[in-house]
């Protein structure tokens, strides 16, 4: 089975060919770093032009890196939802044009669902496991128990952790995008221990009772320091050693919420493998902590490569191929969805848990 993915979901542009022998037979990315590196962020007008000026080609670059035409593929699926509903809608009618044209199957992709079923394709990881799924724009701990079917144990209740990062990297004046820019300041720090002395930054909820995480507290901490810190130009050092102290922070934060969670799944699901996907799974200091944590629990690790944790569309494409074998096939007049949460029936949280 060969199904072509495509997502445009946010800033970047992908088409991929996957195969269902967990074969990645082309995959292509466009960034759009300098569309929107001027202003600090994603321009959701600004990022669907790029999609409708770019996504053709990729499509023919999938195409001709796998050595296939049209009339190889078994489906053609297409990222959805949820995100920036202007570019969702570039793809989505890509794809269900190619689907049409060529009388194939047309999938509807949950952008979150490929992101929580990456680990499948890379790892071969089976159902049930213990899912942080970390972005820009989400920030949740799930159970995956089969393809579609996802039990949400915890939300953040404001920023995203991803957004976190982005923030605070912009307040230090650090180049979009943020969160990377921001690891390497933080590889940079000489004296860790001194670092995290010297920037006491909290850790809210932990300590607390559930799995939901908060992290508005930490990003307004992070402000009030860089204004503490001389005006100017900040220094180079100061910059390293807060992004450092903002890392571990992070990490414990992270750590904390996902302990009450691996005793609430341990306790319905038995022992099984502890995964970290999304955008913000790259970062190695986070990546680092939860692989401590699943060792101390006795649990597997798994984190896809790096280059499948930020958006691509190889996760979509296989996507596609899982819910196409489950006999999953969508209709062309299927509607595009800027929210989409995996667990509908979860229980509504307050700020932004109403959306997750």
Same mark, same amino acid.
């Given at each position: 089975?060969?199904?072509?993915?495509?997502?445009?979901?946010?800033?970047?542009?992908?088409?991929?060919?996957?195969?269902?022998?967990?074969?990645?037979?082309?995959?292509?990315?466009?960034?759009?770093?300098?569309?929107?590196?001027?202003?600090?962020?994603?321009?959701?007008?600004?990022?669907?032009?790029?999609?409708?000026?770019?996504?053709?080609?990729?499509?023919?670059?999938?195409?001709?890196?796998?050595?296939?035409?049209?009339?190889?593929?078994?489906?053609?699926?297409?990222?959805?939802?949820?995100?920036?509903?202007?570019?969702?809608?570039?793809?989505?009618?890509?794809?269900?044009?190619?689907?049409?044209?060529?009388?194939?199957?047309?999938?509807?992709?949950?952008?979150?669902?490929?992101?929580?079923?990456?680990?499948?394709?890379?790892?071969?990881?089976?159902?049930?496991?213990?899912?942080?799924?970390?972005?820009?724009?989400?920030?949740?701990?799930?159970?995956?128990?089969?393809?579609?079917?996802?039990?949400?144990?915890?939300?953040?209740?404001?920023?995203?952790?991803?957004?976190?990062?982005?923030?605070?990297?912009?307040?230090?004046?650090?180049?979009?995008?943020?969160?990377?820019?921001?690891?390497?300041?933080?590889?940079?720090?000489?004296?860790?221990?001194?670092?995290?002395?010297?920037?006491?930054?909290?850790?809210?909820?932990?300590?607390?009772?559930?799995?939901?995480?908060?992290?508005?507290?930490?990003?307004?901490?992070?402000?009030?320091?860089?204004?503490?810190?001389?005006?100017?130009?900040?220094?180079?050092?100061?910059?390293?050693?807060?992004?450092?102290?903002?890392?571990?922070?992070?990490?414990?934060?992270?750590?904390?919420?996902?302990?009450?969670?691996?005793?609430?799944?341990?306790?319905?699901?038995?022992?099984?493998?502890?995964?970290?996907?999304?955008?913000?799974?790259?970062?190695?200091?986070?990546?680092?902590?939860? +692989?401590?944590? =699943?060792?101390?629990? @006795?649990?597997?690790?798994? &984190?896809?490569?790096?280059?499948?944790?930020? !958006?691509? *569309? %190889?996760?979509?494409?296989?996507?596609?191929?899982? +819910?196409?074998? =489950?006999?999953?096939? @969508?209709?062309?007049?299927? &509607?595009?969805?800027?929210?989409?949460?995996? !667990?509908? *029936? %979860?229980?509504?949280?307050?700020?932004?848990?109403? +959306?997750?």
């Amino acid at each position: 089975m060969i199904v072509l993915g495509i997502e445009t979901s946010c800033d970047e542009t992908a088409a991929a060919i996957v195969c269902s022998e967990r074969g990645i037979l082309s995959n292509h990315v466009l960034s759009q770093l300098k569309e929107h590196e001027a202003f600090g962020g994603v321009v959701p007008e600004i990022a669907a032009r790029a999609h409708l000026d770019h996504l053709d080609t990729l499509i023919q670059a999938a195409l001709m890196d796998a050595e296939l035409s049209f009339d190889d593929l078994d489906g053609v699926a297409a990222t959805t939802g949820p995100g920036l509903i202007g570019g969702v809608m570039v793809g989505m009618m890509a794809g269900k044009a190619i689907a049409a044209a060529r009388g194939l199957p047309f999938i509807s992709v949950n952008h979150l669902e490929a992101h929580v079923l990456t680990p499948r394709l890379t790892d071969k990881t089976a159902f049930p496991y213990l899912i942080l799924l970390v972005s820009g724009g989400h920030t949740q701990i799930l159970v995956a128990e089969d393809v579609g079917i996802y039990k949400r144990m915890g939300t953040t209740l404001d920023d995203a952790l991803g957004e976190c990062f982005d923030k605070s990297a912009k307040l230090m004046g650090l180049p979009y995008p943020g969160g990377p820019n921001l690891e390497k300041m933080a590889a940079g720090c000489k004296d860790p221990s001194a670092a995290i002395g010297k920037y006491n930054l909290p850790a809210p909820m932990v300590g607390r009772a559930g799995c939901d995480f908060s992290f508005s507290g930490l990003k307004t901490a992070m402000r009030q320091y860089v204004e503490k810190l001389p005006p100017g130009d900040l220094i180079p050092e100061d910059i390293a050693d807060l992004s450092y102290a903002f890392e571990q922070k992070a990490s414990r934060i992270v750590s904390d919420r996902l302990k009450h969670a691996i005793i609430d799944f341990k306790k319905s699901y038995g022992n099984g493998p502890l995964v970290i996907s999304g955008g913000v799974a790259a970062n190695k200091a986070l990546r680092s902590a939860l +692989k401590s944590l =699943a060792n101390q629990e @006795d649990m597997e690790f798994v &984190a896809p490569p790096l280059g499948l944790c930020s !958006d691509n *569309g %190889a996760m979509i494409a296989w996507t596609g191929i899982e +819910k196409l074998k =489950a006999g999953h096939v @969508d209709s062309l007049d299927c &509607a595009a969805r800027p929210r989409w949460p995996l !667990d509908p *029936g %979860a229980e509504k949280k307050i700020g932004a848990g109403v +959306k997750a």
